[in-house]
Antibody, heavy 121, light 108 residues
Framework: EVQLFESGGGLVQPGGSLRLSCAASGFAFSTYAMNWVRQAPGKGLEWVSAITSGGGSTYYADSVKGRFTISRDNSKNTLDLQMNSLRAEDTAIYYC??????????????WGQGTLVTVSS | EIVLTQSPGTLSLSPGERATLSCRASQSVTGRYLAWYQQKPGQAPRLLIYDVSTRATGIPDRISGSGSGTDFTLTISRLEPEDFAVYYCQHYGSSPKTFGQGTKVEIK
């Protein structure tokens, strides 16, 4: 069974940093691209970032480019999102989601339950 | 970047009725790169349909997708109690993946 479990969310002050992690199990993690998608409270879905299966290429939404960094450790089956210079508008539930291909150009077939990030003073 | 506009914002229907949800793209979608997701309160989104009309694993055949070009439709032929939720369309095939703003299907 495919399972994705996010952790690392919490309360952080504006300008601060936070690192999210996603632990994957139940599938060959190293052969799938991965994504982060967020959802602000009461709002819709926003794609944030993606990474190829081998980690060699990364992609970002304009709203987070230069502030967030996606990475993965295929030896540990984990996906990370380093978030710096956080703003109030980054407040959201962050989901990790699997892309059924080696490059992240597909739909998202499995999602974790999400971790809440709150940026507030 | 393709912008997706969903309508209506809210659909009020009774169990057993037919639901028709629309997703309109700002430019033609190539390669059939259009998906639909369902989200219930407090839960993660769940993939329903990909490549415009292919049902994901375990999705019942009362749920179907159709469309081409800029106009796409998700149809639920007979609403079951578990179908009342928010539905999102998504374009993929390039970066950034974009989502529509969602349609809420509520019990009338």
């Amino acid at each position: 069974e495919v399972q994705l479990f996010e952790s690392g969310g919490g309360l952080v002050q504006p300008g601060g940093s936070l690192r999210l992690s996603c632990a994957a199990s139940g599938f060959a993690f190293s052969t799938y691209a991965m994504n982060w998608v967020r959802q602000a409270p009461g709002k819709g879905l926003e794609w944030v970032s993606a990474i190829t299966s081998g980690g060699g290429s990364t992609y970002y939404a304009d709203s987070v480019k230069g502030r967030f960094t996606i990475s993965r450790d295929n030896s540990k089956n984990t996906l990370d999102l380093q978030m710096n210079s956080l703003r109030a508008e980054d407040t959201a539930i962050y989901y990790c989601a699997r892309d059924p291909g080696v490059v992240p150009i597909h739909y998202l077939d499995y999602w974790g339950q999400g971790t809440l990030v709150t940026v507030s003073s | 970047e393709i912008v997706l506009t969903q309508s209506p914002g809210t659909l009020s229907l009774s169990p057993g009725e037919r639901a028709t949800l629309s997703c309109r793209a700002s430019q033609s979608v190539t390669g059939r790169y259009l998906a639909w997701y369902q989200q219930k309160p407090g839960q993660a989104p769940r993939l329903l349909i990909y490549d415009v009309s292919t049902r994901a694993t375990g999705i019942p055949d009362r749920i179907s997708g159709s469309g081409s070009g800029t106009d796409f439709t998700l149809t639920i032929s007979r609403l079951e109690p578990e179908d009342f939720a928010v539905y999102y369309c998504q374009h993929y095939g390039s970066s950034p993946k974009t989502f529509g703003q969602g349609t809420k299907v509520e019990i009338k």
